[in-house]
């Protein structure tokens, strides 16, 4: 299995806020880069041999030139990649990319969508809220920020087909329309509503607790980071069975499924390996798997595993490879 790359140009670089940078990456040579779907994202490998996911901003035909648009915040306890963006990475670089891939889609069943962005989660649900407004579909967008100057992509969210559907929430605001009660906006759930969430730790906790009571399946998250209140349990040896290869392969406790795969030859692609990006996730009766993953949903657990993370719930996991 052996991932695509891409290579990008940095077409354009555009301060949004004190913290965040956005990036515009064209094809070096002008053809088209592939396609995607709003919600989808890319590795991008930068200076420093740094490799980070970011969510593409912008829908597909939004903008005539084709060229992908992601948003990089710098933190301030960077661990390099958000510093090698920002104080690396010049218009013209070249860039290594992978193609886009997308594990928080828009559900298209849903009558009805909410999506709720905390600071730079903004990128992703704002490419879902564009592709929502070509449709004509029945969405909100609830932006939450410290403050205007902290408000990434305002010329996006106030474009005429946009800015009807925004909501927006400022920690400083002073007047009632610039704040959002996250308790009240999700006290109730009509069926086929469909709410999406992306931010930082903190918001995501808050947003969880207060949609507590709305179905599970009808509750989409996308993480920086896999939450630091979640319970890892210890590892335990097991058996990966590959059926179409036809044999099986031990998995040490202190070894993830993807390294022992890698002992034997197989390679499987991985990005986060924390799993959240979805990189490694191949198909596998997932009912026998002990699931640790962020990206997936309880329908694909079902048959698709997340490899860098998961682990078996008895002595052996079966996957399709």
Known sequence: MVERTLTVRVARIRRETPEILSFELAHPWGRELPG??????????????????????????VSSDGRYLIGVKRE????????????????????????????????????RHLLLAGGIGM????????????????FTLCVFARSRE????????????????????????ASANEKIDLAALLRAHEDGTHLYMCGPAGFMAAVRKAASHWPEEAVHAEYFAAPSDS?????????????QRGFSVPVAADQTAVDALHDFGI???VSCEQGLCGTCVVPAE????????????????????????SRAREQELVVHL
């Open 76 to 111: 301030g306890a960077s661990r390099g990649g958000s510093a090698s963006m920002h104080e690396r990475v010049r218009e013209g670089d070249l860039l290594p990319i992978s193609a886009p891939r997308n594990t928080f889609p828009v559900q298209a069943d849903g009558r």
């Open 267 to 269: 390679d499987i692609p």
């Open 36 to 61: 995607f779907e709003a919600g989808a994202h890319i590795d991008v490998k930068m200076p420093g041999g740094f490799a980070r996911q970011y969510s593409l901003a912008r829908a597909p035909g």
């Open 231 to 243: 319970s890892v349990p210890a590892g335990r040896p097991f058996s990966l069975r590959l059926t």
């Open 286 to 309: 997932g009912a026998g798997a002990e699931h640790r993953d962020f990206c997936l949903t309880s329908a694909e657990r079902q048959h698709k595993v997340a490899l860098c993370c």
């Open 150 to 173: 902290h408000l990434a992509f305002a010329d996006a969210l106030a474009a005429p087909d946009l800015a009807p559907h925004v909501r927006l929430h400022l920690d400083d605001g």
């Open 123 to 138: 990128t992703p649900l704002l490419a879902m809220a564009q592709h929502l407004a070509r449709r004509g579909a029945d």
